[in-house]
C-alpha cells in the first residue's frame, strides 16, 4: 500500500500562481512515475504532468509552458508548481503513484483548484 497526501490547492485569479505537493509513503518502490491528474465537473479525468523516478517527463499539451513538475525522491514528494492560471484550469488535481512492475497505482484524495476570471 502507498499513501499519498495532497497539499496546496485553493483558490486564486487568473493570471496568479498556485503550488500543489504530494507526499508519498508505505510500500514506495523505486522505479516509479509520480504525477498529477485533474478532473473538472462534467468532465473525464485527464494526465496533467507526470515525472519518472529517473526525471522523464510528460505535460497536457495545455499546460506546456505554464505548468512545472518537480520532484524529491528523497522525499517521495513530486510538487506542481502553476503559473499563469487560467479559469479552465479549475477542477480537482489528484495525485497519483504508479509502479507498473508491482501492479502499482494509488491516487491521493484531490486538492481543488479554483481559478476566477
Known amino acids: 500500500q502507498v499513501q499519498l497526501v495532497e497539499s496546496g490547492g485553493g483558490l486564486v485569479q487568473a493570471g496568479g500562481s498556485l503550488r500543489l505537493s504530494c507526499a508519498a509513503s508505505?510500500?514506495?518502490?523505486?522505479?516509479?512515475?509520480m504525477g498529477w491528474y485533474r478532473q473538472a465537473p462534467g468532465k473525464q479525468r485527464e494526465l496533467v504532468a507526470t515525472m519518472t523516478n529517473g526525471g522523464n517527463t510528460n505535460y497536457l499539451d495545455s499546460v506546456k509552458g505554464r505548468f512545472t513538475i518537480s520532484r524529491d525522491n528523497a522525499k517521495n514528494t513530486v510538487y506542481l508548481q502553476m503559473i499563469s492560471l487560467k479559469p479552465e484550469d479549475t477542477a480537482v488535481y489528484y495525485c497519483?503513484?504508479?509502479?507498473?512492475?508491482?501492479?502499482?497505482?494509488?491516487w491521493g484524495q484531490g486538492a481543488q483548484v479554483t481559478v476566477s476570471s
Open positions: 508505505g510500500s514506495i518502490v523505486s522505479i516509479n512515475t
Open positions: 497519483n503513484y504508479h509502479a507498473y512492475r508491482v501492479g502499482y497505482n494509488y
